[in-house]
């Protein structure tokens, strides 16, 4: 009796979290039309293998959609069929405009309508974040790509306001990520972990140093996921350090300032 109890247990929560999808999330420093054909490339190579890439900081002239083109043009030479979404400049006028961009594997996930700017506090958030719903077989989730203001000019007084998306969003299964120039840590969090949600890290860094020192070369922890522990199940997580396939972090700069971060989850 206790063994087939368990046995439903197993197949129960298997049933619960049956569908299964890879994110990334990128801060991607300055990405347009100065991005080589090289960097570009190199940037393809280390996204292909995930299901949907979040993508911040590409640059709001035309050079920026121009390279999100590219960049899936590259992606769809590659093996697999990609489809993209850019979003509108962003709004604020106080601090540095840009878009966001995410990119997707077609056959395995289906954007549903169309991809927003949240326009609910884009006067109180300089770079508001970019909604976007996905579908994976018969589940539906919303990915929040953001993009904070600078540790100095105190991304806490933005970030507070996410408290309010998921009562204003019920019916989504919301995932933020994205650059918060903030540490999972700081309080301007407790409000969401007390409405279930966790951070995908702790004490991992994502922002790359000018200069390695003993070998050390990542300085704050930026990056990060934040979803529902109720909704969805992580399998797993990580960073990858794209920095070691160059010289040294100048030539790496080039391409980002930060490392891509993922996530494995399922529903």
Known sequence: MKKLLCLSLVLFSFSCFAQQVSICSWNLKDFGKSKSEAEILFVAKTIASFDIIAIQEVVAT???????????????????????????????????????????????????GDAWLEQKFNSQIDREPFFCRFKIKDKVFTIVNFHAITKLKQPETEIKYFKFLPSIY??????????????QSHTVFIPLRKMGYI????????SLKMECVNEVCLSSEFDNFFFNKMKLQMKRSGVI?????????????????HIPIYIEAAF
Request: glycine share 6%; net charge positive.
């Open 62 to 112: 035309y050079g920026g959609s121009h390279a999100i083109t590219r960049l899936a043009d590259q992606l769809n030479r590659m093996g697999s069929k990609w489809d993209y979404t850019i979003s509108n400049v962003t709004s604020g006028s106080s601090y540095k405009s840009e878009r966001y961009a995410f990119i997707w594997k077609v056959s395995i996930v289906k954007k549903m």
């Open 170 to 183: 019920p019916n989504d299964n919301l995932i933020f990520c994205g650059d918060f120039n903030l540490p």
């Open 199 to 206: 951070s995908a890290f702790a004490g991992q860094k994502t």
């Open 241 to 257: 350090e794209f920095y070691k396939s160059f010289r040294d972090l100048k030539s790496a700069r080039l391409v980002s300032d």
